[in-house]
């Protein structure tokens, strides 16, 4: 591609990239502390981060051996819990699942497929408890429309009228799933 044409994308897009950088600096500005690992969250609360010489989790820190360990750390102490809460939404909403698993993923919360199998992101236990309920709801109804159609979003509405905030609320975290 010539310099002019890249100039002249540049200039079109110019709006668009400023808005962009601007929120990522913003975004690592306000998370510097989790993206140096001095911080984690722990169901959206803000955690002291140790390295050191254990794997534990209380209310006050978040103390682990190695930042590799962090998942796995998450993994042990709340996955039966969270698998538990899944089925108990699943039975209040009516929407099965035929297993549920936790995964590491990159980009991704939470996955369904045509087997209804749900897999969840490792770090999904970072998040608040509101924006852990909206990816559960969001994957259930995945067991009925495997697409984001008009009438999956309909579906989700009716568990979660304000689904967009909380959408837009996720979108906050996105970082999470590409740090750990």
Not at 4 to 26: C, G, H, P, S
Not at 89 to 107: R, V
Not at 129 to 140: A, C, D, G, N, S
């Amino acid at each position: 591609m010539s310099d002019t044409k890249v100039n002249d994308f540049i200039a079109q897009k110019r709006k668009w990239l400023e808005k962009v950088i601007y929120a990522n600096n913003k975004k690592q500005s306000e998370n510097g502390a989790i993206l140096n690992y001095s911080e984690i969250y722990v169901s959206g609360i803000r955690l002291p981060l140790f390295v050191g010489d254990k794997n534990l989790i209380t209310q006050n820190a978040v103390y682990v051996k190695n930042v590799k360990r962090i998942k796995q750390l998450l993994v042990k102490n709340f996955s039966k819990q969270f698998i538990n809460y899944v089925y108990e939404l699943s039975a209040q909403i009516s929407l099965f699942a035929n297993s549920i698993t936790i995964k590491s993923y990159k980009s991704r919360w939470g996955c369904c497929d045509r087997n209804k199998s749900l897999k969840f992101n490792s770090v999904i236990f970072m998040l608040p408890p509101e924006i852990q309920r909206y990816v559960i709801i969001h994957e259930l109804c995945h067991t009925v429309h495997f697409n984001h159609s008009a009438e999956f979003w309909d579906l989700v509405s009716e568990y979660i009228p304000n689904y967009k905030k909380v959408r837009n609320e996720l979108k906050k975290y996105d970082y999470l799933t590409r740090i750990y």
